[in-house]
T-cell receptor, first 122, second 111 residues
Framework: QVQLVQSGAEVKKPGASVKVSCKAS????????IHWVRQAPGQGLEWMGR????????NIAQIFQGRVTMTRDTSISTAYMELSRLRSDDTAVYYC?????????????????WGRGTLVSV | QSALTQPASVSGSPGQSITISCTGT?????????VSWYQQHPGKAPKLLIY???KRPSGVSNRFSGSKSGNTASLTISGLQAEDEADYSC???????????FGGGTKLTVL
């Protein structure tokens, strides 16, 4: 079935960087945007940005601009999210999620497939 | 502080119906029919329940329904079951700061 498999938990020191991967399977990777969403302990979900696996183009939420880099490797159907200059309040579970509408259509801004999440502890 | 406002908790007995509200502004919920709802059990990833205000993905029970009036969207769960006990979050296409804004989540307790 369609799934997104994320990399394992990370423990980092303040000021360091972390790179989380998200491998897609059972669908055409380049057909759907990949979004990144995080959830701090006991808190709500927070959208970080999205990447077009086809073009590599990104939209990053304003508060993360300058600290977040989203990339992809189409040869292995994998998206990456790198967060730099880590702070203690970046401690969270980071999810990748597939956009619910094909990239060929108008975006509908919902997420139909989610990875299991990657815990990043700072 | 989340961009969309949800009640922190709601509760209901098995078989009853409950409604969770999600209040935004004219910059998000009030302007766009791009509201979605997610269910999240503890330690699990969110699961899509509703998209485009009221559409259900295949495989989601018809006990879940969505609606919108003005700046407020709502999720109704009818015929409450024990397995419905979870956190529920809304989201909407949003303003220039975040293209997607989420609510803070509502914890549903089935009594």
């Amino acid at each position: 079935q369609v799934q997104l498999v994320q990399s394992g938990a990370e423990v980092k020191k303040p000021g360091a960087s972390v790179k989380v991967s998200c491998k897609a399977s059972e669908y055409t990777f380049t057909d759907f945007y990949i979004h990144w969403v995080r959830q701090a302990p006991g808190q709500g979900l927070e959208w970080m940005g999205r990447i077009s696996p086809k073009s590599g183009g990104t939209n990053i939420a304003q508060i993360f601009q300058g600290r977040v880099t989203m990339t992809r490797d189409t040869s292995i159907s994998t998206a990456y999210m790198e967060l730099s200059r880590l702070r203690s309040d970046d401690t969270a579970v980071y999810y990748c999620a597939r956009d619910g509408s094909s990239a060929a259509r108008l975006p509908l801004w919902y997420f139909d497939v989610w990875g299991r999440g990657t815990l990043v502890s700072v | 502080q989340s961009a969309l406002t949800q009640p922190a908790s709601v509760s209901g007995s098995p078989g009853q119906s409950i409604t969770i509200s999600c209040t935004g502004t004219t910059s998000d919920v009030g302007t766009y029919n791009l509201v979605s709802w997610y269910q999240q059990h503890p330690g699990k990833a969110p699961k899509l329940l509703i998209y485009e205000v009221s559409k259900r993905p295949s495989g989601v029970s018809n006990r879940f329904s969505g609606s919108k009036s003005g700046n407020t969207a709502s999720l109704t769960i009818s015929g409450l079951q024990a397995e419905d006990e979870a956190d529920y979050s809304c989201s909407s296409y949003g303003n220039f700061t975040f293209l997607v804004v989420f609510g803070g989540g509502t914890k549903l307790t089935v009594l």
